[in-house]
Structures are given as C-alpha cells and as structure tokens.
Antibody
Framework: EVQLVESGGGLVQPGGSLRLSCAAS????????MHWVRQAPGKGLVWVSR????????NYADSVKGRFTISRDNAKNTLFLQMNSLRADDTAVYYC??????????????WGQGTLVTVSS | QSALTQPASVSGSPGQSITISCIGT?????????VSWYQQHPGKAPKLIIY???DRPSGVSDRFSGSKSGNTASLTISGLQAEDEADYHC???????????FGGGTRLTVL
C-alpha cells in the first residue's frame, strides 16, 4: 500500500525557516516525480514545487521561488521542502503528492495527510 | 501564474446530475490533455477522481466523468449521492509542463 506521511510543520515567526519531510513507502520512491501542494485555511489547493525521481530537476511556483527548496533522499525514501524567509501568506497545510508512474505532471494519485505550517508572530 | 477558474459552489438533489466547470487559457487547459480532478472531504486529503481529462482511476465510481472543450474542462457527477458532498478541485499544467495550476475549488452541496 502506498503511504506518504508528512512531518515538520508547526508555528514559526515571519522571516523564519522550517523543513518539511514526507516519508514514502509501498512503492519504488526513486522512480517517481514528487510534489508539494499547499492549502491555506478555507482556500483552494496551490501547487508549490516538484522534483524528478533522481533529484536533478526541480520546478517552483513563482510565489516560493528563491525561498523554498525541494529535495529528496532516495536512500531513505524521503522528500523534503526547506522553507526560508517565511511569510504570513505561507500559512497552509502542506501536502506531498505523487505523480503517475513515468510522468512528471498532474494526476496526483497519492497524497499524504498534510502538515500544518503557521507563520505568525 | 494565474489559477484556473471554478464556480465557488454548486448544488443538486440526490439522483440529479451536476457539472462543474474549470476555465483556463490556451497556455494551460487549452494546450494540455493533463487535466485532473480531485475530491476533498472536510479535513481530509484530496483524492484523485479524474486524470488525463476523462480517465478514472481504479475504484472511482463511473458516476464521475470528465471532458474538455477548448480552454474549459468539466466534471460531471451523475446520480448524486449524499457522500458526493465535498470540495472539488481541477488541475492542469502550463503549456511547457513545468508549472502546476489548480482551480479555486468548488463546494458541492447535496440538498
């Protein structure tokens, strides 16, 4: 069974940093593109970033480019999101999600349960 | 990048059919066959119900169907049931397939 479990969320002050993790199991992690998607309270989903299976190709939404860094450790089946210079509008539940096999695009067929990040003083 | 446009809410009675639209541009929905739809119940993670415009993952009811015309994608739910009450989100990609887009989400109420 495919499982994605996020962790690392919490309360952080504006300008601070946080590192999210997503532990994957039940599939060959290194062969899948992975994504981070966030959802502010009461709002819609917003795509944040993606990374290819080897960890060589990354893409970011304009709103996080230069502040967030996506990475992965295939030996530990774990996806990361390093978030720096956090702002109040980064407050959201952050989900990790998996692309379909062989593709880097949408049709996210597995999602984690999400981890809440709150940016506030 | 701009989000895709969905109606904030739709409603229908049990047994009826409803359609949710998702409006994009010629740079995303109009240029891509990678439109997907997600169902999200309150406090839960999204669940994939339609991918590649009109395909259903295994286990998803055939009451859910997707289509696309030009820059607009649509999700139709037939034979509405109480458990269909949820938020529905559409997704696509930019024409260069390097940036993801979501709609703002549509709240479905089953009357």
């Amino acid at each position: 069974e495919v499982q994605l479990v996020e962790s690392g969320g919490g309360l952080v002050q504006p300008g601070g940093s946080l590192r999210l993790s997503c532990a994957a199991s039940g599939f060959t992690f290194s062969t899948y593109w992975m994504h981070w998607v966030r959802q502010a309270p009461g709002k819609g989903l917003v795509w944040v970033s993606r990374i290819d299976g080897a960890g060589r190709i990354t893409n970011y939404a304009d709103s996080v480019k230069g502040r967030f860094t996506i990475s992965r450790d295939n030996a530990k089946n774990t996806l990361f999101l390093q978030m720096n210079s956090l702002r109040a509008d980064d407050t959201a539940v952050y989900y990790c999600a998996r692309s379909p096999a062989g593709r880097g695009g949408p049709g996210f067929d597995s999602w984690g349960q999400g981890t809440l990040v709150t940016v506030s003083s | 990048q701009s989000a895709l446009t969905q109606p904030a809410s739709v409603s229908g009675s049990p047994g009826q059919s409803i359609t949710i639209s998702c409006i994009g541009t010629s740079s995303d929905i109009g240029a891509s066959n990678y439109v997907s739809w997600y169902q999200q119940h309150p406090g839960k993670a999204p669940k994939l119900i339609i991918y590649d415009v009109s395909d259903r993952p295994s286990g998803v009811s055939d009451r859910f169907s997707g289509s696309k015309s030009g820059n607009t994608a649509s999700l139709t739910i037939s034979g509405l049931q109480a458990e269909d009450e949820a938020d529905y989100h559409c997704s696509s990609w930019t024409s260069l397939n390097i940036l993801g887009l979501f709609g703002g989400g549509t709240r479905l109420t089953v009357l």
